[in-house]
């Protein structure tokens, strides 16, 4: 990725340089494949996530789980954000960037990165998988439905699968 964006200041302002900076640079297909028409699935054995295409084409990339959120049915619009960190389903090993993001926020002194859970907007929460990505040089983000619920990932360059 290029030369990351400014990182200083109030979170809100940080969230979108970051937003920016990532959809600016993400890959959009891979070999003539939209990334938004791939199924994906994570494999943490390998510490990867896989996009297979309706014609059979494959392709794989490192990742790292962000956090997930949930839909609050009872309120239109909002969302329940999980750390990966702070739940116990994913390995260690997926959860580095994560991790780096929640030093970040010590650092920094924000708590909404240091909060086990939050209540917010979607939004939000692809926010802090895009300042996952710049802090740790990812390719971009994705997002697996899991469960009733959206897994934020960043992800590495795409590579034959």
């Not at 200041?9 to 891979?30: C, F, N, Q, S």
């Not at 996530?49 to 049915?73: E, H, L, M």
């Not at 240091?114 to 300042?131: H, N, P």
């Amino acid at each position: 990725m290029a030369a990351t964006p400014d990182l200083n200041g109030p979170i809100g302002d940080v969230l979108e340089r970051a937003k920016t900076h990532v959809l600016k640079h993400m890959p959009r297909d891979y070999r003539g494949h939209a990334l938004d028409t791939a199924s994906i699935s994570i494999d943490q054995d390998r510490r990867a996530v896989n996009f297979t295409w309706p014609d059979g084409a494959k392709a794989i990339a490192d990742a790292q789980v962000v956090g997930a959120y949930v839909d609050d049915p009872s309120r239109p619009g909002i969302v329940s954000w999980h750390w990966g960190w702070s739940n116990g389903l994913f390995r260690a090993e997926m959860l580095q960037h994560a991790q780096k993001l929640k030093a970040y926020g010590e650092t920094h002194r924000v708590d909404e990165l240091l909060a086990t859970s939050l209540e917010g907007r979607a939004e939000r929460c692809w926010g802090y998988a895009m300042l996952a990505a710049v802090l740790n040089g990812a390719e971009g983000v994705t997002g697996l439905p899991s469960n009733g619920a959206m897994v934020l990932l960043t992800v590495g360059p795409l590579r034959a699968n």
